[in-house]
């Protein structure tokens, strides 16, 4: 716990003012520790990956990707795209590409299952999986 500030001059200070100013420096201490990891949560929760394939390719997704946007130069015979292996419950994914891709494959980690995954993603079209950690399923909204 760090203090800031002048420290009042505790040999005045009652049992019970002992009590409240150690709770009050605490809540500013968990405070502090919970805006932070808020903050860190919200820049985790807007990374993104743009990639440009030229030809068939291969992502894998990383852990703090939420969106994934594919920007090819033409159309994609086939792709592979690894969702993120590290999810925690509720946990989106978008996938989009600028191009068709007339072939793609979904994978994910051992353990983890893809309901209705997709197999073809039009130009423009988005698709979003969210993941349950009750069950290790990416389901598709």
């Known amino acids: ?18 009590y409240h100013y150690t709770v ?3 809540v500013a201490d968990d405070l ?3 805006d932070e990891a808020i903050a860190s949560r919200v820049d985790s929760m807007s990374s993104h990956s743009l990639q440009a394939p030229i030809t068939g ?10 969106r994934l946007i594919i920007d090819p130069l033409g159309t994609l015979a086939s ?5 993120p292996g590290s999810p925690y419950d509720s946990f989106a994914v978008t996938i989009v590409s600028t191009q068709i891709i007339t072939t793609l494959t979904l994978n994910s980690d051992p353990g983890h299952t893809i309901k209705n ?8 079209i988005s698709v979003t999986y969210v993941f349950s ?4 399923t990416w389901y598709r909204t």
Do not use: Y
């Open 24 to 26: 009050e420096n605490r």
């Open 133 to 136: 950690s009750s069950n290790n």
């Open 117 to 124: 995954p997709v197999t073809t993603l039009a130009a423009g």
């Open 79 to 83: 792709g592979t795209v690894e969702l």
């Open 1 to 18: 716990m760090s203090l800031t500030g002048s420290l009042p001059d505790v040999r005045k200070f009652t049992q019970d003012d002992t």
């Open 57 to 66: 390719f291969s992502i894998v997704m990383g852990d703090n990707v939420k």
């Open 32 to 34: 502090e520790a919970r």
